[in-house]
């Protein structure tokens, strides 16, 4: 079953000073969310099969449009995270079966790697509803230079019959990190924590 996608929304964030100080280069993140359907709203369904497809539909569509908003290989972004807001006639597992069975697959193809888990998050909300959308290194789950979140919202969406569902990706970690963890420089890749 295919997406019924009523709205894409596209949106990047560029930091170019924190505290005063010059960020060089800008970090920058990019999120790219789709509102679609839920086929599921209103009533309990066992079989969430078509749900995972959208997911990996959308792992794939979503993926590419943010990497093409920050300008960049897929190879070269460094974190991501992805989320989901059910609207109130859905349920929380509908946004599982989005987000975790197949989604992972064609966000990594689409990045050329990623070893680590990517963070997620799920809730239901009304419309306008903000998803913080996770953030973590899409190599290895110990930088904690990459640990950070992006606010995506909106604003009229989910209505009840809908879902929200977001990716982000980033091409650096948070603007001036300073608490130590895994340097970047220090990655292996091969477990996906280190």
Known sequence: MPAKIRKLVTLLEEVRTEMDRPVDPPTRRAAAVAVIENP??????????????????????????AVAALGIEGPAAESYGKAAAVGENGELEHAAAILHPRMGAPVRKALGKGA????????????????????GHKDAAFVR????????RVPDAPRANEILVAIVVTDSGRPLPRVG???KSEIKGEDGLR
């Not at 749900?51 to 590419?64: A, N, S, V, Y």
């Not at 680590?116 to 953030?135: E, Q, T, W």
């Open 145 to 152: 230079s990459h640990f950070d979140a992006m606010e995506v």
């Open 40 to 65: 599921f709203a209103g009533r309990y369904v066992e079989d969430l099969t078509p749900l995972m497809e959208i997911g990996e539909e959308l792992g794939d569509l979503l993926t590419r449009r």
């Open 181 to 183: 963890g895994l340097a």
């Open 116 to 135: 680590a888990l990517i963070p997620s998050a799920k809730k239901r909300c009304g419309l306008g509803g903000v998803l913080d959308v996770p953030l």
